[in-house]
């Protein structure tokens, strides 16, 4: 007689990919938030305390200056590196990493509406539209008891950036109305494709101190509108 192996737990694991917003940058300029304060983090507590029965693993995988299609080495040259901006250059290897995943949250575009890139607010959401057919046909990415089923996506909209002499210094004039305009046009290509929608811009705002990030105060709400979402999912 062999011992059965124990059954395994409900265990939900979501892949946060974003950006500087994701991975945490402080406005006040002091680096990154601390541990257990940023959002993907009080996500998952949240997440724990609203269905504990369930074991929830959330993946912090942000990257400052990332966006949906473009590299920008001026953007990463800012932060000390040469690294490529891109999202879709480095979603699949994430998908891969940390499969077997049930939601990918889908947090970008604010870098995408730097004047210098010259994109649209039309142009920045077929990026959107393209990550999320990356993710559909990403091989084997999905649940544990159902992997070829493509997980669940969350579209998350960028802040509403506001104009101040340091999202100025960075590149986002005129980053205030496009952005703005992208949580329409978000809301559209997500009922179009079939996934989920968060419009943080509802939620939380940026910090004056800079105009694109937010602050340790912000986190929390953050974390509590998308844990609502995603319980509600589960």
Known sequence: MTDAEPPLPDHRRILCFGDSNTWGFNPNGSGRIADGLRWPQQLAENLHERRPAMQWHVIEEGLNSRTWLLDDPIGAARYGADYSCSGRSTLMTSLHSHKPLDTVVLALGCNDCKAYLNLAAEQITTGAQILI???????DCGP???PKQSPAIILMTPPAIQITPQSLAWGFEGADEKSIA?????????????????????VASPSQLDGVHFDCSNQALIADALAELIAAKA
């Open 182 to 202: 992208l949580a329409e046009l978000y809301r559209q290509l997500a009922a179009e494709m079939g996934v989920i929608y968060f419009n943080v811009q509802t």
């Open 144 to 146: 544990r008891a159902m």
């Open 133 to 139: 057919h990356d993710i559909r046909r990403a091989h």
